[in-house]
């Protein structure tokens, strides 16, 4: 008795077939991906003054090596992943306001960096701890107390620095920004400290480079403190002004004042 030959269905051909063409692909797609010329091979920079971009690349040969799921390599152009090499970054270097990493076909990436603009030292607390503030209140290094007066610095009596940190408020910050230059511009006194103190919330103080202290309400009107506190200069305190211990602007047209030697 003969024996029949088992026939293969064409269902099983065609998941074979399938199955070759899947690895195909998946082998295609592997070596498409190993392919040296498609490798991240060359970088650019651009934007960078105090930030030392030859370290800013050692981080991101960092994130080149490797290879995912152990075959795949990490410096592929198309595996790369620039969005979390740039959060990297930023986490490193708080020097940073913000980076730009693009990739350039086939091999070549272009990194693009905004170093945040130094406005002034901040210092809080009894710690003696300070550091440089940006434009913004972002505190990114740290920094020695300031005893001079051509480098603004503010003063907070309560409270620490912490490096890097949002340690003022932006609010606050863009106030004092605009009274300093209201004040400069109107009367030529220049800002050198500001001083914030805790439990007061709605003013601050500011020392000016003649050698006395204004203080200021922070939801004023601040073109007319400045123009109110020049005709003040003008009218009634004249020559005698280096004799100014403080100014107080924050009763509206009225100011009360005092001098060093009454």
């Not at 204004?214 to 007319?224: G, P, S, T, W």
């Amino acid at each position: 008795m003969r024996r029949r030959k088992k026939r293969i269905s064409r269902r099983s051909v065609f998941a074979a077939l399938g199955f070759i063409a899947v690895l195909g692909v998946l082998g295609g797609a592997v070596y498409l991906l190993r392919y040296p010329a498609w490798q991240i091979t060359e970088m650019s920079f651009s934007g960078f003054e105090r930030v030392v971009s030859v370290d800013v690349e050692a981080k991101i040969q960092e994130d080149l090596r490797g290879s995912r799921a152990l075959v795949l390599p990490r410096s592929s152009y198309f595996l790369f992943d620039s969005a979390e090499s740039e959060e990297k970054i930023l986490k490193d270097f708080p020097r940073l306001e913000s980076i730009q990493i693009r990739k350039e076909f086939p091999s070549k990436i272009s990194v693009v960096a905004k170093e945040r603009e130094f406005w002034a030292i901040y210092c809080a607390g009894e710690s003696g701890r300070c550091g440089y503030s940006d434009r913004t209140g972002f505190v990114y290094e740290e920094a020695p107390v300031s005893t001079g007066s051509l480098i603004l610095t503010v003063f907070r009596d309560t409270g620490n620095v912490e490096i890097p940190s949002q340690s003022i408020e932006q609010s606050l910050v863009e106030k004092l920004i605009l009274f300093s230059e209201l004040l400069s511009s109107e009367t030529g006194e220049e800002v050198e400290s500001f001083i914030v103190s805790g439990g007061l919330d709605d003013e601050f103080q500011a020392r000016v480079r003649s050698g006395f202290f204004l203080y200021v309400k922070r939801d004023d009107d601040f073109a007319r403190v400045a123009k109110t506190f020049k005709i003040f200069l003008e009218k009634e305190i004249g020559e005698k002004k280096l004799g100014l211990e403080y100014v107080d602007l924050r009763f509206g047209n009225k100011i009360f004042y005092k001098t060093k030697n009454p």
